[in-house]
């Protein structure tokens, strides 16, 4: 791993926000552990530079993040937006969510990621 992921400084956040998972992050997380989806494996609260992901794929060079309320309101979309750039410029795609997907459309979200993985062969 480069020094881009998972910086150790950032550890024990990452800690804490596994054990504290949203209930979406949870539900997408049992959908997506144990490469359950097309093959692929995710992590969870995996950091790149310094921002952790909610979810990343390191052979699609894929990151999930599922957005609640907070994320709603101008500063953090913009917060948001730089993050997505930052992560971009990595040559790392970023699918966002809202949280209600998870409950609503599961298969939509497993869809889109078995049609990005196809493209990246």
């Known amino acids: ?4 992921h998972n910086q150790k400084y950032l550890k024990p956040i990452r800690k804490y ?13 049992n ?4 490469s ?13 530079g310094k921002y952790v ?8 060079q894929l990151v999930i993040e599922l957005d609640g309320e907070p994320h709603a309101d101008l500063v953090n979309i913009a917060l948001d937006s730089e993050r997505d750039e930052f ?3 990595h040559g790392i795609a970023v699918f966002r969510y809202e ?8 298969e ?5 990621i078995l049609e990005f993985g196809e493209r990246k062969k």
């Open 99 to 106: 949280n209600r997907w998870v409950f609503e459309y599961p």
């Open 87 to 89: 992560i971009n410029q």
């Open 17 to 29: 926000l596994r054990n504290h998972a949203t209930s979406a992050e949870a539900t997408l997380w």
């Open 53 to 60: 992901v909610d979810f990343y794929c390191p052979s699609l």
């Open 108 to 112: 939509v979200i497993k869809q889109e």
């Open 36 to 48: 359950q989806v097309g093959g692929y494996k995710f992590r969870r609260q995996h950091s790149i």
């Open 31 to 34: 959908m997506l552990k144990k």
């Open 1 to 4: 791993m480069s020094t881009l």
